[in-house]
């Protein structure tokens, strides 16, 4: 695994929040898709922090706010100034009299339903999260804030949760904000319409799926507006592209997997893991800023930092274009550190 020295850090826009090429996603440490014991949870972010990461993502959704307790007990004595950690608002959690089944419909099993979410994006939500997050992380400030999947919720975002967020950036009391989300079209407006300083892109800006380039990334560097991509592996079938596999929260097509595969048959041609080229492609665009990628352990993260520097020849690259199966508008990382 490399040094920390390996995990240098890009802007976040123009206020001086920086992640780290390589940032720590939370929603495994809050149990998505399978539980995880605090030990393993716990021992993740320390390995991540060991390999140098410094950037953290977590929100109250992941497991209840499970993930964001966890991060907060996991950084409690690192060097504030070292890291920067970001948040999400958008949903509030609300305690039930009588807690019954688990978080399975959610995407948490084995988690006890204790709360239910509540969508809310007005002003007084805005807040009222970002408090119950600080309580629950132990930290009096986060650096980025992001409104969180506001899909079917847009005008209200706009209107009112993101004039919040102004207002909070303005007090000082959060250093950067921005919106993340599964899509790009309305990432593409706050860019435009709003001054934000970052936005996660999840699943769309992959080795299967370039949906943001687009508009988004284009308009992202205009703006100097940072973006973190998450999901590069699409829900598994970039890690292990197999029929059966999960592609975007679904059961991967057919034609998905074979695609996967292909890809695969390449980079193996290249002495390259699949999961390598993967984590490494969003990098190729000057726009994005960082790279999300999530661990429920530290043997995850240790192979998640050895994949990203993993040496992926140029040679890699301009096979997938000649194959089809990289469009040659797509920018590639231009040598093995991009």
Avoid: C
Wanted: no cysteine; glycine share 12%; hydrophobic share 40%.
């Amino acid at each position: 695994m490399r040094s920390p020295r390996a995990q240098d850090r890009r802007p976040l826009g123009r206020g001086g929040v920086t992640f780290t090429r390589l940032s720590l996603g939370g929603a495994p440490l809050g149990g998505y898709g399978a539980s995880v014991s605090e030990a393993d949870a716990l021992a993740a972010v320390e390995a991540a922090w060991q390999a140098g990461i410094r950037g953290f993502d977590t929100a109250p959704h992941y497991g209840l706010g499970l993930s964001e307790r966890r991060m907060g007990r996991a950084l409690a004595g690192k060097p504030r100034g070292e890291y920067a950690l970001s948040t999400k608002v958008g949903r509030l959690l609300v305690p039930v009299d009588e807690p019954s089944g688990d978080d399975a419909a959610d995407g948490f099993p084995g988690l006890p339903a204790t709360h239910r979410r509540v969508w809310d994006f007005s002003a007084d939500g805005v807040r009222r999260s970002l408090e119950s997050s600080l309580e629950r992380l132990g930290l009096d400030r986060v650096d980025l804030v992001l409104l969180h999947d506001p899909d079917d919720h847009e005008e209200w975002a706009f209107t009112e949760a993101y004039p919040a967020l102004e207002r909070l950036r303005a007090e000082g009391t959060v250093g950067a904000i921005g919106a993340g989300m599964n899509q790009a079209a309305m990432l593409t407006r706050f860019v435009r319409d709003t001054d934000v300083d970052a936005v996660l892109l999840a699943g769309h800006y992959t080795l299967l799926d370039q949906d943001g380039l687009a508009e988004l990334l284009p308009a992202a560097a205009e703006r100097g507006t940072g973006v973190i991509i998450g999901g590069v592996y699409n829900g598994g079938l970039l890690a292990d592209p197999r029929p059966g596999a999960v592609y975007n929260y679904r059961a991967a097509p057919e034609e998905m997997v074979r695609r996967a595969r292909r890809l695969k048959e390449v980079t193996a041609r290249h002495g390259v893991p699949l999961r390598a080229a993967a984590l490494r492609f969003p990098l190729g665009h000057p726009a994005v800023s960082s790279v999300l990628v999530g661990a429920r352990s530290a043997a995850e993260v240790r192979d998640a930092v050895d994949m990203f520097h993993h040496p992926v020849p140029a040679a890699l690259w301009q096979e997938l274009r000649a194959e089809g199966l990289l469009p040659p508008h797509v920018p590639v990382p231009g040598s093995e550190e991009d």
